[in-house]
């Protein structure tokens, strides 16, 4: 393997780890906000317990994700100069923003949050994590904007002297309509991953103390289950409707992932949606599909009759404008990553509806099923999150900087031209080191989420400060 094939392996590995964390951390923190405010408002003490439990996990999760994140940005220096050479007077922009801004006010205000308890006034305190969750969702906006330009270039020009691009207008990047139909997406997205964490994790403390006798300890958990359900209804019409949005802007766009998504080899008037194929879907037109007819056309177009171009027809188109390559992406990542996105998004789907059947009119689920199924849509997703970036990003090939159709044609980068110029045996290096290294985080990170998952909400012994004097204590 060349040092392209193993930088792009590397990446992807690293991405994948990494976004484990942070759709969780940005659901998570407002839904502990929501406890902490609930605590503040009713006193009631089990939204104090239910805080400070998942205020533990939070923290866990949040401390992999800083640690995880790092690595990405010295990759475009290290493994991608030539593309942060090319773009790197736009693509570091928001990425400054999102360090010097967001990530100072998270870390910041998160270390007064848990330094906090019992030393600041209650409303001083509840502002810090709310300051928290704010600053979590504008960290996300800025990445997204940088991600957003990789798909759509604009506010920018091509200095063909230099070669390279430099940036014309910060605002238009920043409200890229990539950013502003991507971020609503990826924000209910991580929504529905809290929330599933939230619920599956009360769920199962709900059933496990109603089937021990300990119905006072149930109803401990009963608000956070409930809390958990009813953001993911929210949260899930939210990722059905912002992705929708996506998906119409994407066929603007990028006409070529829309048919890689179906893996549509030809022009199609009232294209169907392939729910699965059984073949080899590289060559869709020669496998069998269950379809439902039109569905491509509207999620395409608002219109179940209109013609959606197909792979071989934008190859050639590509190659016309282009020049020789092959522009089509790996048909089998695409077609199968969008159908588990999908998927795996349903099950939290499942549970939501389980959930708040079982619990209406202030029942307490006991069924062991029930716990089951709490626990196995925890994970659920989260390979929702990574299966859609990766079908989003592989999508894109060949491209590393797509050309903007309707703009800046000449604003754009293949791929392989962005990858530095170093030997494959470095890269391979680095690739084994952090693969083993974030697989080690990964495991750590597993085993804090279970440890302190079983050990479930502390006791308090006021409605104002928990039993010991520094509470939180084990993430510092």
């Known amino acids: 393997m060349d040092a392209l094939d193993l930088a792009r392996w590397q990446f992807a590995i ?217 953001t993911l209804v929210i949260s899930g019409i939210g990722v059905v409707v912002t992705g929708d949005a996506q998906a119409k802007i994407m066929f603007e766009q990028q006409p070529m992932k829309m048919a890689a998504a179906e893996a549509l080899c030809e022009t199609e008037q009232g294209a169907g949606f392939s729910l699965f194929a059984v073949g080899d879907v590289a060559n869709n037109c020669d496998v069998w599909s269950l379809t439902v007819p039109g569905l491509t056309s509207y999620l395409a177009t608002g219109d179940l009759d209109a013609e959606v171009l197909g792979v071989n027809d934008l190859q050639q188109r590509y190659v016309e404008q282009f020049g020789e390559n092959d522009y089509t992406p790996v048909l089998a990542i695409t077609y199968w990553g969008f159908r588990l996105m999908i998927g795996f998004g349903a099950v939290s789907a499942v549970l939501a509806l389980a959930g708040l059947w079982l619990t209406r009119r202030g029942r307490l689920p006991g069924g062991r099923r029930f716990a089951t199924l709490a626990v196995w849509a925890i994970p659920a997703p989260f390979l929702a999150n990574a299966a859609g970036w990766i079908f989003t990003e592989m999508g894109r090939q060949p491209w590393i900087v797509a050309p903007n159709p309707t703009g800046l044609v000449d604003l754009r980068m293949l791929t392989a031209d962005g990858v530095s110029r170093v030997p494959g045996w470095n890269v391979a290096v680095s690739l084994v080191v952090f693969t083993l290294v974030y697989g080690v985080l990964a495991v750590v990170w597993f085993g804090l989420i279970r440890r302190y998952a079983r050990e479930g909400a502390p006791e308090v012994t006021t409605a104002e400060r928990p039993v010991d004097d520094a509470p939180l204590t084990f993430a510092y």
């Open 14 to 230: 690293t991405t994948v780890y990494h976004f484990m964390f942070v759709p969780l951390t940005i659901g998570l923190a407002p839904l502990v906000a929501i406890m902490q405010t609930s605590w503040y408002r009713t006193g009631d003490e089990r939204w104090l317990r239910l805080t400070k439990f998942f205020g533990k996990l939070l923290l866990i999760n949040f401390a992999l994700g800083v640690v995880t994140g790092i690595v990405q940005e010295f990759q475009f220096g290290m493994n991608w100069s030539e593309y942060s050479r090319f773009v790197g007077d736009i693509f570091g922009a928001p990425l400054a923003m999102e360090g010097l801004a967001a990530f100072f006010l998270e870390s910041t205000f998160l270390g007064l949050w848990i330094f906090g308890w019992g030393r600041l006034p209650k409303a001083v305190h509840l502002a810090m994590i709310w300051i928290v969750a704010f600053a979590v969702n504008l960290s996300a906006y800025f990445i997204l904007a940088a991600n957003s330009f990789m798909q759509h270039p604009v506010g920018a020009t091509f200095n063909v002297e230099r070669g390279r691009a430099e940036m014309t207008d910060i605002g238009a990047v920043l409200t890229n309509p990539t950013t502003l139909v991507a971020f609503p997406h990826t924000i209910t997205a991580s929504f529905v991953t809290a929330a599933t964490f939230v619920a599956g994790i009360a769920g199962w403390w709900v059933v496990r103390s109603v089937r021990a006798g300990r119905v006072d300890e149930a109803r401990v958990y009963r608000p956070a289950l409930l809390l958990g359900l009813v």
